[in-house]
C-alpha cells in the first residue's frame, strides 16, 4: 500500500485540506500527518479530524505562546530553529519505519526540514515564501535555493510564483491552483438569503492593509458596519485596527469552514486588498459564495475566468473614496446570482486539483467511485 505523509504544521488550513481531500480521494493509500505543531482534537479550533493519523515529531506546542504577536512570532522561529535537529532525527526515523513513503512538504519550514534530512520530498511552498521573504533576507534566499533545489517535484499555486521558483531554484514546478471546497459553499447558498453583509476577510498584519479600510470608511457620508474575520494576527497591528472600529464593528477572527461560509452567504461585499498576494483562497470562496470583492491587483487576476472576474472591482487604494464606490457597485453586481462556469469548477475545486496532484504528483490510480467528489 502506498504511504503519503504530509510534513506539515497541523494548524494550516490549507495544508490540512490538501490531507483531508488527498486522504478521500487516494482510498488504497496510507495518508498520515507528520507535525511538530498540534491542537487537541477536543479544541474547537482544530483542523484533525477523529480518524486521521497524525505522527509527532518533536512537538513544540507547549512552548509557544497562546496570543499571536511579533514578540509571539519571533519566539516561535526561535524555538523552530534549536529544535530543528530534533526534528530532522524525527523525520529521517519516519522515512526509515516507512520506506517508499511520499513526503510531501508544505511551507517552507517544513520544505527545510526534509532537504536537511534528505529524504526525497515533493514541495509545496506558500507565496510569501518565495515572492517576499526571499528578498527580505540573503541567509533566507540561499536556504529556499537549496531546498527547492533538491525537491523531487515543486508546486505553486500562480505563474507568479512558478516563475520565482525558477528563477530561485532554476527547476520548473507544477502548477496547482490553490482550491476551495465547492459542495461545502454550495451546501450554505440559499436565494432566499437577503446579502447585508461587508466582510474584511483577509489576516489581520501589515501586508494585508486593513488599515485602509478604517481610513477609507471616514469619508463615507454614513459609516456602515464591518464584519473582520482572520486566521492570523498580529497583536499590535490588531489592536491599532480594533482603534478605529465604529459601533456594530464585528472582530469575528478566526472561524470554522462553515462559520465562514454561512457569514459569506449573506455578504454583498467582502474585502482583500493587500499588498502582495499570490492565489488567494478566500478570495475565490467569497465568490463562489456569491460577493463581490474589492481587491487591489495583482497578477493572478489575469488568469481568473470570466464568470469569477466579473465579480472582482480592483479598487485605487489613492482614491479616498475607493470602498464607498465598491460599496455602491457590489449592491448592485451582488444582486445577480453566482453561477460558475465549467472551467472555473474545473479550475478551483480543491477536489479536481487533488486529483491532479495525486494522478500527476503521487501517481495514485484513482478509483471510479471517487467520482462523485467532483462538482457536476
Same mark, same amino acid.
Given at each position: 500500500m502506498k504511504?503519503?505523509?504530509?510534513?506539515?504544521?497541523?494548524?494550516?488550513?490549507?495544508? =490540512?485540506?490538501? /490531507?483531508?481531500?488527498?486522504? %478521500?480521494?487516494?482510498? %488504497?493509500?496510507?495518508?498520515?500527518?507528520a507535525t511538530d505543531v498540534t491542537s487537541d482534537k477536543n479544541e474547537a479550533d482544530t483542523l484533525i479530524k477523529v480518524g486521521d493519523e497524525i505522527i509527532q515529531l518533536f512537538n513544540i506546542s507547549g512552548l509557544l505562546f497562546k496570543r499571536q504577536s511579533r514578540?509571539? %512570532?519571533?519566539?516561535?522561529?526561535?524555538?523552530?530553529?534549536?529544535?530543528?535537529?530534533?526534528?530532522?532525527?524525527?523525520?529521517?526515523?519516519l522515512s526509515r519505519t516507512n520506506e517508499g513513503a511520499i513526503?510531501?512538504?508544505?511551507?517552507?519550514?517544513?520544505?527545510?526540514?526534509?532537504?536537511?534530512?534528505?529524504v526525497k520530498f515533493i514541495a509545496t511552498p506558500m507565496g510569501s515564501d518565495v515572492l517576499v521573504r526571499p528578498d527580505e533576507s540573503a541567509f533566507y534566499k540561499y536556504l529556499t535555493k537549496k531546498s527547492l533545489a533538491a525537491a523531487d517535484q515543486i508546486t505553486g499555486d500562480s505563474v507568479? =510564483?512558478?516563475?520565482?521558483?525558477?528563477?530561485? !531554484?532554476?527547476?520548473s514546478s507544477l502548477f496547482i491552483q490553490n482550491g476551495i471546497d465547492v459542495r461545502g459553499i454550495n451546501s450554505y447558498l440559499n436565494d432566499d438569503t437577503e446579502r447585508k453583509a461587508i466582510v474584511s476577510i483577509r489576516g489581520f498584519y501589515p501586508n494585508y492593509q486593513i488599515d485602509q479600510i478604517i481610513s477609507s470608511r471616514k469619508h463615507l457620508k454614513n459609516i456602515v458596519k464591518i464584519k473582520f474575520i482572520y486566521?492570523?494576527?498580529?497583536?499590535?497591528?490588531?489592536?491599532?485596527?480594533?482603534?478605529?472600529?465604529?459601533?456594530? %464593528?464585528?472582530?469575528?477572527?478566526?472561524?470554522?469552514k462553515d462559520e465562514l461560509y454561512k457569514l459569506l452567504s449573506s455578504t454583498f461585499l467582502a474585502i482583500s486588498i493587500p499588498e502582495s498576494d499570490s492565489s488567494p483562497r478566500s478570495v475565490y470562496e467569497?465568490? /463562489? !459564495?456569491?460577493?463581490?470583492?474589492?481587491?487591489? /491587483?495583482?497578477?493572478?487576476?489575469?488568469?481568473?475566468?470570466?464568470?469569477?472576474?466579473?465579480?472582482?472591482?480592483?479598487?485605487?487604494?489613492?482614491?479616498?473614496?475607493?470602498l464607498g464606490d465598491a460599496i455602491e457597485k457590489a449592491r448592485e453586481i451582488s444582486k445577480v446570482k453566482y453561477v460558475p462556469s465549467q472551467s472555473a469548477l474545473d479550475l478551483y475545486d480543491e477536489v479536481a486539483s487533488m486529483k491532479i496532484v495525486c494522478r500527476d504528483v503521487y501517481k495514485v490510480d484513482i478509483p471510479v467511485q471517487t467520482e462523485h467528489l467532483i462538482p457536476i
Open positions: 504511504c503519503i505523509i504530509f510534513v506539515c504544521d497541523s494548524r494550516d488550513y490549507h495544508a =490540512m485540506d490538501w /490531507f483531508h481531500v488527498v486522504k %478521500d480521494i487516494c482510498v %488504497d493509500c496510507e495518508v498520515k500527518v514578540f509571539a %512570532d519571533i519566539w516561535r522561529n526561535i524555538i523552530k530553529l534549536l529544535t530543528t535537529p530534533l526534528q530532522i532525527s524525527g523525520l529521517r526515523r513526503f510531501h512538504a508544505h511551507s517552507m519550514y517544513y520544505i527545510f526540514l526534509c532537504w536537511l534530512a534528505k507568479k =510564483m512558478q516563475e520565482k521558483i525558477l528563477e530561485l !531554484s532554476n527547476r486566521p492570523f494576527y498580529e497583536a499590535g497591528y490588531r489592536e491599532s485596527i480594533r482603534q478605529g472600529f465604529e459601533s456594530g %464593528d464585528e472582530d469575528l477572527g478566526r472561524l470554522t467569497a465568490i /463562489f !459564495s456569491g460577493c463581490c470583492i474589492a481587491i487591489s /491587483f495583482s497578477p493572478w487576476v489575469e488568469s481568473l475566468p470570466a464568470c469569477m472576474y466579473n465579480r472582482l472591482l480592483v479598487v485605487d487604494l489613492t482614491n479616498q473614496n475607493w
